[in-house]
């Protein structure tokens, strides 16, 4: 399968899921998990139609980014991993959205180093919602104090949540998960109706249906796409 035939694949079950959940299709943005993957698959993704693409790995997305800047080709580019403090200032000079926010330090080492000649930094804070000790996040609880020091960086505007559930195949399980998720994006939006809370970023292949029926505005799609990855130069 080309990635153009997966992409096609990808959008027809959005359309299914959507229409499931009573929601029009453009409620949901594809974003293009392209970690590991060649400048070669993202373009290729990106004649298939495909503008929006996440990656988990500082430089490797640095290195795509400029590639993609010297060929006069304008994509968005989300950092989806987790953050140090040392990486910030490649992450808030050079990528568009930072879905993975859950520190105050971090926030505000991004707003520092976002450059004044660009818009601010989209930023989504992370939510522990299986509370997984082997994952980022806040807890719940956390989310609003969070969302408080963040409305007062100038060079940051917070646009929502992103969580990563456990993984199961059970249903309800995950239902239950992206349920609390959509709770909290809507608690975030009663707090905070001054700011451009649109982007619930939840579901990736094996949980996809189950987030658009919860309410998920952005999936992240990465195999299903590209096909199987290759870690060992990691």
Known sequence: MTIQQALETIHQQIQTSTQL?????????LLAVSKTKPNEAILEAYQAGQKAFGENYVQEGVDKIQYFETQNIQLEWHFIGPLQSNKTRLVAEHFDWMQTLEREKIADRLNEQRPANKAPLNVLIQINIS??????GIQPSEMIELAKHIENLPHLCLRGLMAIPAPTDNIAEQEAAFSQMEQLFEQLKVAFPHQQIDTLSMGMTDDMQSAIKCGSTMVRIGTAIFGA????KK
């Open 21 to 29: 959940a009573h929601r029009p299709e453009s409620s949901v943005t």
């Open 131 to 136: 509370d997984e000790a082997s994952k980022s």
């Open 229 to 232: 990855r290759d870690y060992s």
